[in-house]
């Protein structure tokens, strides 16, 4: 779900109440389309975040940690260089917009004070965040550079005359009157909702519904009345931020009374923000870094399928061997009946009383000696198959589990697990370790992710399998409260302590089913048990655990119940 002009008015207002006269200390750029601005406000430290993502623009305070590079980029440091140090002069929304013009005031190299214009462009995936001199109208830079290759009517680049997003020709909702209203819709047309967001600027799909919703689907003086009493809201700053969780989750700043499911209330837009983008945009580059090694991930599973289904059919042709040793016994038993260039013996069958007779075919080139020979032989090869059909399977079954548990661990991996999951797979030679130079390296110890339950109560999530076992083997106490979803890949959870109650542990299931592979089912089947009873068997893979007197109970995932566990 995308921002619109009405939630970039909301937030610009909260941003121009905290942030105007703030001075910005310190500018960091944690991902390619991420800033991060630290400003110094009333006495107070914010942290302002600027996203050009293609799917999540967006821009609110954030109180989120985020991991910075080392070495900053070439953006982040003309930043600093132009804004660092400088005042914010003013933040300001282009009429409904989803640009917004932030000016901070400073010094250039020679100590004249200037001002600096971050222009934010909220638009998918033509977003963009571009410095420009308001001066001279000229562009320093972008975080996105727009050559024209990429487009030939508008270029973002350094030297270049700043250029606004071309215009939509759409009307104010907040100066429209009535007969303006009513003139700008086709109510014989239908898909009044539609028209609505092509005729009037800052408004999207959602509020555009919840319009419709308002006025019962009545008349033109209802729909006029819904649309007015919304817009008058709007142009007084009375925002209700909240997130609906229904099929979908959806945030907005006004009430949404058309939507069903339950609601999660702020007090403050940014905090709504933060808390509906939570882990989105990390989660989803992590997904496009990753995308190869997840595609390699599912052509091996693929294989070892295919394999299985060949291991399966061998299976069942080596279940004559039991066969062949019976004829073996026969012919053994029976070889004075049996004479050279005999193509089979029919006899007495002792070993199944219920098949009195057996015909055994012989080989009329052989003796009857060699025959029962050969028998022997082909009992003991297809026993030996057997065998190693069964180790096989077994082998290649635990395989694929291990590796659907890193794929699961894969799509909902932040930039610091993904890597981890990388250092693993490159352990246990599923990947090829790319050759580095020689130099030291920051080794970081892996960290499970901490909850909260409504009790009080610390519940630990290994996020990936070396977390897994650290958190499982070493963290965890014999008395702490193990949890896993019953045969569906996963994460291990840890309840820290012995005394809590009911609410703790279906919580702590909860986050269990959430971190699986069935995040998306209900009735998910979890099974819990002391630490004490789960084991690691010698030579297994990482994150790979047996236990006993587990018990199991089945919970429903709900994200707004997440998202409270992780606020504590």
Same mark, same amino acid.
């Given at each position: 779900m995308s921002i619109d002009g009405i939630a970039i008015r909301a937030v610009v207002h909260e941003l121009e109440e905290v942030l105007i006269g703030g001075r910005v200390t310190k500018i960091y750029q944690p991902g390619e389309t991420d800033l991060i601005f630290h400003v110094r406000a009333g006495g107070r430290n914010r942290r302002l975040l600027l996203s050009a993502h293609p799917a999540y623009p967006r821009l609110h305070l954030t109180k989120e940690p985020t991991e910075n590079p080392l070495a900053p980029p070439m953006f982040c440091m003309l930043l600093r260089k132009h804004c660092e140090g400088g005042v914010i002069e003013g933040i300001r929304q282009i009429g409904m917009e989803r640009i917004v013009h932030v000016d901070l005031r400073g010094r250039d190299e020679l100590g004249d004070e200037v001002i600096r214009r971050l222009v934010v462009e909220v638009m998918g995936r033509h977003s963009n965040i571009i410095l420009i001199d308001p001066a001279s109208g000229k562009i320093l830079d972008g975080i996105r550079r727009v050559t024209p290759d990429i487009s030939r009517h508008r270029q973002v680049m350094p030297g270049l005359l700043y250029q606004a997003p071309p215009e939509q020709d759409k009307k104010d909702p907040l100066s429209a009157d009535r007969e303006e209203f009513l003139r700008s819709l086709h109510f014989n047309q239908g898909k009044l909702d539609r028209q609505i967001v092509a005729r009037f600027a800052g408004i999207g799909p959602q509020t555009a519904r919840e319009i419709l919703h308002r006025s019962g689907l009545g008349d033109r003086e209802q729909l006029w009345s819904a649309f007015h009493h919304l817009m008058d809201e709007v142009q007084n700053h009375l925002y209700h931020p909240q997130i609906v969780y229904d099929r979908k989750p959806a945030f907005s700043v006004i009430r949404l009374t058309h939507l069903q499911g339950e609601r999660e209330t702020f007090d403050s837009v940014s905090r709504c923000l933060e808390s509906f983008f939570h882990g989105k945009a990390e989660r989803d580059r992590a997904r496009q870094q990753n995308h190869d090694l997840i595609r390699n991930l599912k052509n091996i599973l693929d294989k070892n399928e295919t394999k299985i289904a060949k291991l399966t059919q061998e299976w069942s042709e080596t279940e004559k061997a039991e066969t062949y040793r @019976?004829?073996? /016994?026969?012919?053994?038993?029976?070889?004075? =009946? *049996?004479?050279?260039?005999?193509?089979?013996?029919?006899?007495?069958? &002792?070993?199944?009383? #219920?098949?009195? #007779? *057996?015909? @055994?075919?012989?080989?009329?080139?052989?003796?009857?000696? /060699?025959?029962? =020979?050969? &028998?022997?032989?082909? $009992?003991?090869?297809?026993?030996?198959?057997?065998?190693?059909?069964?180790? =096989?399977?077994?082998?290649?079954?635990?395989?694929?589990? $291990?590796?659907?548990? *890193?794929?699961?661990?894969?799509?909902?991996?932040?930039?610091?697990?993904? #890597?981890?999951?990388?250092?693993?797979?490159?352990? /246990?030679?599923?990947?090829?370790?790319?050759? =580095?130079?020689?130099?030291?390296?920051?080794?970081?110890?892996?960290?499970? #992710?901490? &909850?909260?339950?409504?009790?009080?109560?610390? @519940?630990? *999530?290994?996020?990936?399998?070396?977390?897994?076992?650290?958190?499982?083997?070493r963290i965890a106490s014999p008395t702490d409260t193990w949890l896993h979803t019953k045969e569906i890949p996963g994460s291990h959870v840890v309840i820290r302590g012995k005394n809590f109650g009911e609410a703790t542990l279906h919580e702590a299931a909860m986050l269990a089913a959430w971190h699986s592979k069935a995040r998306e089912s209900s009735q998910v089947p979890v099974d819990h048990t002391l630490i004490k009873h789960v084991k690691k068997p010698s030579g297994t893979p990482p994150g790979f655990v047996i236990y006993e007197e587990q018990k199991t109970l089945y919970v429903t995932p709900e994200e707004s119940e997440i998202r409270k566990l992780k606020q504590g």
């Open positions: @019976i004829y073996g /016994e026969l012919l053994t038993s029976f070889m004075h =009946q *049996v004479k050279r260039g005999d193509r089979r013996l029919k006899v007495v069958n &002792y070993y199944d009383p #219920e098949s009195p #007779e *057996v015909t @055994i075919p012989l080989d009329s080139r052989l003796t009857p000696s /060699e025959n029962a =020979q050969r &028998y022997f032989r082909l $009992y003991n090869k297809a026993k030996s198959a057997r065998k190693w059909n069964r180790e =096989q399977t077994e082998k290649t079954r635990r395989e694929n589990e $291990y590796l659907e548990t *890193v794929l699961v661990q894969l799509q909902d991996a932040g930039p610091r697990e993904a #890597e981890e999951i990388k250092e693993e797979l490159q352990e /246990e030679g599923w990947l090829k370790a790319k050759p =580095q130079k020689k130099r030291k390296k920051q080794t970081r110890k892996p960290e499970p #992710e901490t &909850y909260f339950s409504s009790e009080g109560i610390p @519940i630990l *999530v290994g996020r990936n399998n070396k977390q897994n076992d650290l958190l499982t083997h």
